[in-house]
């Protein structure tokens, strides 16, 4: 069984970066299609970054200009790259296949953006 771990989240000022981390217990990122995935406090969760064949990229409108989403196969590491953070961007952050599969949430890690 697979295990995703995500972290590089904490707390930030609007408008500064983090990158967030996704490490599989295997190689996974080559084999299934990827995203991110976030939910905030009283919402449902939704995808924020899809990642196909280590390179095709799709965003949410909302992040588009602000995130990129990367692999490094090697490394069995899916990356984030959060720009220019707002406040509602805060959310658990996840990982997952795309369309997720349940086996697979993993503990998620925190991104809260406030002044």
């Known amino acids: 069984q697979v295990q995703l771990v995500e972290s590089g989240g904490g707390l930030v000022q609007p408008g500064e970066s983090l990158r967030l981390s996704c490490a599989a217990s295997?190689?996974?990122?080559?084999?299934?299609?990827v995203g991110w995935y976030r939910q905030a406090p009283g919402e449902q969760r939704e995808w924020v970054a899809i990642?196909?064949?280590?390179?095709?990229?799709t965003y949410q409108d909302s992040v588009k200009g602000r995130f990129t989403i990367s692999t490094d196969i090697a490394q069995s590491t899916v990356y984030l790259q959060m720009n220019n953070l707002k406040p509602e961007d805060t959310a658990v952050y996840y990982c997952?296949?795309?369309?997720?599969?349940?086996?697979?949430w993993g503990q998620g890690t925190q991104v809260t953006v406030s002044s």
């Open positions: 997952n296949r795309y369309p997720p599969d349940t086996n697979y």
């Open positions: 295997r190689n996974f990122f080559s084999t299934y299609t």
């Open positions: 990642i196909r064949s280590g390179q095709h990229t």
